[in-house]
């Protein structure tokens, strides 16, 4: 895939259609939209330049992307279904809090056996967000990895 253009310069989030937020979950989605802005490489196959404006939002379980180029040229508007993943973010969420209640008590060697299973999940949610969009977008696996961790972010409500 030949990087040139094709990279994400803005990303925007419609906060009406997201679940209720506290301040260190809005810290979280604003770390992984920088990540993801930082260094992406993202293109509508049918679109022959970028760079591009992206405003994400969910609606009915699923993640839409409207995709602009910069100078305001509609590239697509893209749906994905949530429903796939709600397994993985579940199950991330939860080796996540087992992670961080790890770090205070377990050992080096159950830290980092945790943290391989954190980060075989967050590939497996890579790839499915790779694949499920691979006939209208290509991304490489990194920005794939970057998603997952937006979706993630977007996704994680407030502890009661």
Do not use: W
């Not at 509609?74 to 993985?88: E, H, V």
């Amino acid at each position: 895939m030949s990087e040139g253009d094709h990279y994400i310069a803005e990303l925007h989030i419609d906060a009406d259609s997201l679940p209720a937020t506290s301040p260190e979950m809005e810290h979280e989605r604003r770390v992984a939209i920088f990540d993801l802005l930082e260094d992406n490489l993202f293109r509508p196959l049918s679109s022959p330049s970028g760079p591009y404006v992206l405003t994400i939002s969910l609606k009915d379980k699923r993640l839409q992307l409207n995709v602009l180029r910069t100078n305001g040229v509609l590239r697509g508007d893209f749906s994905l279904s949530l429903t796939p993943f709600r397994r993985i973010i579940k199950d991330y969420f939860m080796i996540c809090e087992a992670y961080h209640e790890a770090i205070r008590t377990a050992t080096s060697a159950q830290i980092e056996a945790i943290d391989m299973g954190r980060r075989g999940l967050h590939n497996e949610g890579s790839r499915l967000f790779s694949d499920s969009f691979r006939n209208v977008i290509e991304v490489d696996f990194n920005t794939s990895r970057r998603f997952f961790t937006v979706i993630c972010a977007l996704h994680r409500r407030p502890q009661s």
